[in-house]
């Protein structure tokens, strides 16, 4: 069923992580806004590269199109999309607002880049899991994979993700995306983030449509390896070629796509 009504939610989408997940966009702009511009990133480039939160969607419309939805089932709810959820200054408040109406469990997908900021952690801790993206174990890879905004600093990246860690009583994954340049880094990239103190810790690599090639599942294997031999029993390892992948059936594809990249056919 294709409706092109929607600005704001898209999908579901069937998610190895997060199950059948409706899709957010709390930036939802033309132009991706975004305070990396990863090399792989299945978005597209970063047209608008920024560490500055202001409200792009109003609350009360995005609530507007949750209650015009058709009845489905849905595992969870899902802020994500076209850049860097936490650059909108009202999440909070809209996941207040979601969880006000909806009973599904509620997930942030972040980057992590704006992790040590007060105002974004009091608006995280607020959802029932986080996503946290930890790509990386320098300074010089930062640059090298997700070339961020100027302002963003790879040590407060990992210094605010265990201060987070603290005082969240939620799911925290790391979703790591390995492609050729940062497969080398896997074992102190798995050393970082084993000091986090995340629940889990989930091997990706881009098997939609991206801007680079894709890691074969051997070479994912062995990263996999390194990360559960770092890790050992203090934190469970999962990867994306070892999980079962269904097809998503979007009510808009066009809209989902723009969001999350291809599907391979």
Same mark, same amino acid.
């Given at each position: 069923? #294709?409706?092109?009504?929607?600005?704001?939610?898209?999908?579901?989408?069937?998610?190895?992580?997060?199950?059948?997940?409706?899709?957010?966009?709390?930036?939802?702009?033309?132009?991706?806004?975004?305070?990396?511009?990863?090399?792989?990133?299945?978005?597209?480039?970063?047209t608008v590269l920024t560490?500055?939160?202001?409200?792009?969607?109003?609350?009360?419309?995005?609530?507007?199109?949750?209650?015009?939805?058709?009845?489905?089932?849905?595992?969870?709810?899902?802020?994500?999309?076209?850049?860097?959820?936490?650059?909108?200054?009202? =999440?909070?408040?809209?996941?207040?607002?979601?969880?006000?109406?909806?009973?599904?469990?509620?997930?942030?997908?972040t980057n992590a880049s =704006?992790?040590? /900021?007060?105002?974004?952690?009091?608006?995280?801790?607020?959802?029932?899991?986080?996503?946290?993206? =930890?790509?990386?174990?320098?300074?010089? !890879?930062?640059?090298?994979?997700?070339?961020?905004?100027? #302002?963003?600093?790879?040590?407060?990246?990992?210094?605010?993700?265990?201060?987070?860690?603290?005082?969240?009583?939620?799911?925290?994954?790391?979703?790591?995306?390995?492609?050729?340049?940062?497969?080398?880094?896997?074992?102190?990239?798995?050393r970082a983030a084993l000091?986090?103190?995340?629940?889990?810790? #989930?091997?990706?690599?881009?098997? @939609?449509?991206?801007?680079?090639?894709?890691?074969?599942?051997? #070479?994912?294997?062995?990263?996999?390896?390194?990360?559960? !031999?770092?890790?050992?029993?203090?934190?469970?390892? /999962?990867?994306?070629?070892?999980?079962?992948?269904?097809? !998503?059936?979007?009510?808009?594809? @066009?809209?989902?796509?723009? @969001?999350?990249?291809?599907?391979?056919?």
């Amino acid at each position: 069923m #294709e409706q092109h009504h929607y600005q704001y939610i898209y999908g579901p989408v069937t998610s190895w992580r997060l199950g059948k997940s409706l899709g957010i966009d709390p930036v939802s702009t033309d132009e991706k806004t975004c305070s990396f511009n990863c090399v792989y990133c299945q978005a597209g480039r970063t047209t608008v590269l920024t560490v500055e939160r202001k409200v792009f969607v109003p609350t009360e419309a995005l609530i507007r199109e949750l209650r015009a939805l058709p009845e489905m089932e849905i595992d969870s709810i899902t802020f994500a999309g076209n850049g860097e959820p936490t650059l909108a200054k009202n =999440l909070g408040e809209m996941i207040r607002a979601v969880r006000g109406i909806r009973e599904e469990k509620i997930a942030v997908i972040t980057n992590a880049s =704006l992790i040590d /900021r007060k105002d974004v952690q009091e608006d995280l801790v607020l959802a029932d899991l986080v996503e946290a993206k =930890l790509d990386v174990c320098s300074a010089d !890879s930062l640059q090298k994979v997700n070339h961020p905004s100027a #302002e963003i600093v790879w040590e407060a990246i990992v210094t605010g993700l265990k201060t987070f860690r603290k005082i969240y009583q939620g799911h925290l994954n790391l979703q790591i995306m390995f492609v050729a340049g940062n497969q080398a880094d896997a074992a102190d990239i798995a050393r970082a983030a084993l000091g986090i103190g995340a629940d889990e810790i #989930e091997i990706n690599t881009p098997l @939609r449509e991206s801007p680079v090639k894709p890691l074969s599942p051997a #070479e994912i294997g062995k990263v996999t390896d390194i990360f559960r !031999s770092t890790c050992g029993t203090a934190v469970k390892v /999962r990867s994306v070629y070892e999980e079962k992948r269904e097809k !998503s059936e979007p009510f808009c594809r @066009r809209a989902t796509e723009r @969001r999350r990249g291809k599907e391979p056919e």
